[in-house]
């Protein structure tokens, strides 16, 4: 929890310094992130936070200092500071990652504890900005900052305190008072639409699946629309291929993709970007039970198609397969991402650091990879060719759920890719990114992240 006052305060400071400058205290060196602090007469204090590194201070380093500021404070009792813009900034986005790092710092997870819960208290952080630019970084950084909150919070928010239709509403209330239309298509309206795959997937639950689509005009005049579409499995258990318990447990996080491009609409449309954008959200939990989906199953897409359900755990290419094509058929955008908590096999790849891309038109790789080195997320490109696409050839049916026994990542893309028919297609597989066990960087925490809502927001701005 924090407050912004955009004033000076001489009590509390922090200097970022890698060591060199002549008033720093010969106890610190300036290594990066090393922090020193410095008591001075009348109850004053200096922080100093080491900025010296062998790599660039670009996004994430930009964020970690501000995260580690404001924790190191924390850790000494101090709730209320100021934070100029310091010198190591090495290009215009810099203040901004910085203060955003900092917000990101003063805000604690939400969990249950009823008994040992720490009572949350209130950083205050006096900025000074002088100039409009600045004023709309620490701007820009506060939305940010609530939407990667609210989509760390649904993401981490167990399958029994969130169900399909929760996830729905609770982006919808969002998406509404920022002015979006919304729409919750409830199970009966997905099954008067046919959308036999979303439908397959949450037959499982008592819980049944929806799919909330979230409609943004920042430029009515234009017919171009930009389609995000988010994987939305509040609890993937596998279904009858059921996973091992231990790969269970973050499960409740399979909706990454989903919170992100919820995160990411609200901060486009309080922005007032002049772009269109839809999102499509479809919701469902993958569960065991008498009328679960089992391998074998033939489902019916809302395209059309008939898919071969070979495993029962490669469930979020099928729910993202309706809500693309719901996207191109009924939303008419002219670009699609899609982003998903996808496969396993991202993460043997790329780990928790990249998140695995893969794009049919090199505009929307272009943007991206400018998205990302704004937001400082790391994102790689993945091949893929046309022989790929026989990994996920079916026998009896117009394609299977499952590639081969490689390149897992590439084959889950390109089912989804089938989906996006003639519309420019990009993808990204953030297994990986969107959880930690244990946090990367210093402002993130453990379990989800909120990656993806600044990198949308950034690529959509692109356009
Ligand atoms: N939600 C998982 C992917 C995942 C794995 C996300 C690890 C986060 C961390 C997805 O639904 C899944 O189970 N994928 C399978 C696909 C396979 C059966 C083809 C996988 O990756 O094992
Ligand atoms: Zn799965
Ligand atoms: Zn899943």
């Known amino acids: 929890m924090y407050r912004i006052e955009k004033d000076t305060y001489e009590k509390y400071k922090v200097i970022f310094s890698d060591g060199a400058d002549v008033q720093v205290p010969e106890y610190f060196k300036g290594e990066y992130l090393e922090t020193f602090f410095m008591p001075e007469q009348d109850g004053q204090g200096i922080l100093y936070v080491g900025t010296k590194a062998k790599f660039p201070l670009l996004a994430q380093e930009m964020k970690e200092l501000g995260a580690k500021t404001v924790k190191t ?5 101090i709730r209320e500071f100021m934070v100029e813009e310091p010198t190591v ?6 203040f901004g990652h910085l203060i955003l790092g900092c917000l990101l710092g003063a805000s604690q997870m939400v969990d249950y504890k009823e008994r040992t819960r720490k009572e949350e208290k209130e950083m205050v952080l006096h900025l000074c900005a002088d ?3 600045k ?3 620490i701007e820009e950084a506060d939305l940010l900052c609530q939407q990667i909150l609210f989509a760390r919070r649904l993401t981490n928010q167990p399958a029994n305190l969130l ?8 982006v919808c209330k969002e998406a509404e008072e920022r002015g979006m239309e919304t729409q919750i298509l409830d199970v009966e309206a997905l099954e008067k639409m046919g959308m036999g795959a979303l439908l397959g997937v949450g037959k499982g639950s008592q819980y049944p699946p929806c ?3 979230l409609t943004y005009k920042g430029n009515p005049e234009s017919t171009d629309v930009t389609g995000l579409v988010g994987k939305g499995i509040t609890m993937d258990t596998g279904g009858y291929c059921l996973k091992q318990r231990s ?3 973050g499960m409740m996080g399979d909706m990454g993709g989903g919170a992100a491009v919820a995160g990411a609409m609200c901060v486009i449309a309080e922005k007032k970007l002049p772009v269109n954008v839809t999102a499509v959200i479809p919701m469902a939990e993958n569960r065991v039970s008498g009328g679960a989906f089992v391998p074998g199953d033939i489902l019916r897409s809302y395209a059309g198609d008939t898919i071969e359900v070979q495993n029962t755990d490669a469930e979020g290419r099928l729910i993202l397969a309706d809500a693309v094509s719901y996207a191109v058929r009924d939303c008419h955008v002219t670009r699609v991402l899609d982003i998903a908590t996808l496969t396993g096999a991202v993460v043997s790849m790329l780990g928790h650091l990249y998140t695995g891309v893969i794009c049919d038109e090199e505009q929307l790789w272009e ?3 400018t998205a990302a080195e704004k937001s400082g997320d790391r994102c790689w490109l993945l091949p893929f060719g046309r022989e790929n696409e026989q990994m996920i050839e079916s026998h009896v049916a117009d394609i299977k759920n499952m590639g081969g026994s490689t390149c897992g990542t590439i084959s889950a893309g390109l089912f989804i890719r089938h989906f996006a028919e003639q519309v420019p297609w990009i993808h990204l597989d953030i297994a990986g990114t969107a959880w930690n066990d244990e946090p990367i960087y210093e402002f993130q925490e453990k379990m989800a992240t909120g990656v993806g809502v600044e990198l949308l927001y950034r690529w959509v701005k692109e356009f």
Request: aromatic share 6%; with cysteine.
């Open 89 to 94: 900034c090495e290009n215009e986005e810099a």
């Open 163 to 170: 169900r399909p239709m929760d996830f729905a509403q609770e």
């Open 131 to 133: 100039g409009v630019e």
């Open 367 to 369: 943007k991206m990879k």
């Open 211 to 213: 799919m909330a689509v």
């Open 247 to 249: 790969s269970m447990m």
């Open 135 to 137: 004023e709309e970084k």
């Open 73 to 77: 404070f924390a850790k000494l009792g």
